[in-house]
């Protein structure tokens, strides 16, 4: 287990944030958001971020690399509900020669709802583990990992 | 368009069917399962049909085809909630030289609750149009495709 | 059956259009999306057009009604991949008492990837059917229902 | 954050397992089963082990109290991929006045490929951390969960 990371509950300690607004089809039974749909949105905002990094990720998948993920934390503090607007702000952090961790902080008009953890290894398309490319680096500096 | 199946809403017309249990997660704030829920129980009917036949769906693709769907069609009657156990009954109908049809009727302990029809095309791997295999035509006899 | 759109593939004939981008997690095996993302994508966009024309969805839900998707249609045409951003264009139309029906034209960059019809029915919560609002008239209108 | 169970990857410590079987629609373009398609199969696997244990989730919910989900960790090992069996072997754990763990091993024919834990809080209709019922501790023991 390679997951160390604690993401801050303070948004001002990042320096980006991609917005979503929760669908219909992500709500349940119990009329809140399911608790599964909150993942394809912290992979939304990753590709956002490397977008604005100016790394977009089907240019580093046709440079050869995909970011697998490793493992993933999730910590469901307050529901989400259908038609909000869920501001996720993220950070890359602690770098190795082959993995990174990005930390995601999600709230509602600045109310905490949920806070995760993604660890990433870089691989090439045949899924074996690469050395992350260098730009990564910089990127993790450009979000403010503190680490 | 193309598609133009009427499926039967009377399941002794079928040859085949598979069982699927709803899950939680496919449920929505209405308390029902959402409608974008029964496309993937569609396909899952489909290859569970295909590998029923003889012909699983990964050595299809392996051999170098993949039937994509062209067109989809589905009538919600009755609602599916969590927890029910849905019976598929599918028929293989109208195949054409590069074109075949899948009737769809979904019944919870007898009683219909949805039908649906999916227009397939078979491709190569770059998407491009091919003839359908042979033995399509034979999978449409033993599912009785009533036409 | 009611369904009977048959949606324009002209966006001029169009006079609401929703944006989205897709996701990573919609791809699927085969390199594209995967056609049971497209109807999360459809409901998407017709309630961003039930908000921009003053009738957001909760507050329609919180009034006590629903709009149960009663039948679906969608033609894949091309397929869409990731990272695109697509053009939903949508039209409502054919109001009778109880139902109606949405028009949707899927373009990216103009050129045409998909098209597709909802018929929708009021229901209250129960699932009963219901008169619809005197307003949907108003939003066929809006959006310019060619009938 | 509660979460503080490490799953062990020898099957033979857990006595209750359920078998699903990896959907198409699932895949992602890397070929593979999307890593957010994980999250449906632990809790398909958490209601069939209540189901088994004589507790079925909708009973349980009918009664007045819901199993909210407040953590979520997933490490995947190996990739699934499509029309795979999983076996996903599952055991309750470390249950407190409100709150409980589950922990998961997820393999195909005996090799591992991921493994997973949920912590879960009791909650009535409304979102209200409650007790949770006393037969929990009875289920937690059936499957010989290891404190």
Known sequence: MRLSLDPSTDASEYRFAHRIRTRFAETDAM???HHSAYIPYLEESRAALLRWAGHPYDRVRSGGIDFAVLE?????????????????????????????????????AGE?????????????????GVRLP??????????????
């Open 31 to 33: 009329g809140v958001i």
């Open 72 to 108: 993933l934390y999730v910590r469901y503090r307050l529901p989400l509900h259908f038609d909000e607007e869920v501001d996720i702000h993220v950070v890359v952090a602690r770098p190795t020669r082959t993995t990174f961790q990005i930390g995601y902080l999600l709230e509602v």
């Open 112 to 128: 905490t709802r949920s806070s995760a953890v993604t660890v990433h290894g870089a691989v090439d398309p045949e899924g074996r």
């Open 134 to 147: 260098p730009w990564l680096t910089e990127v993790a500096d450009l979000t403010r990992a503190e680490d």
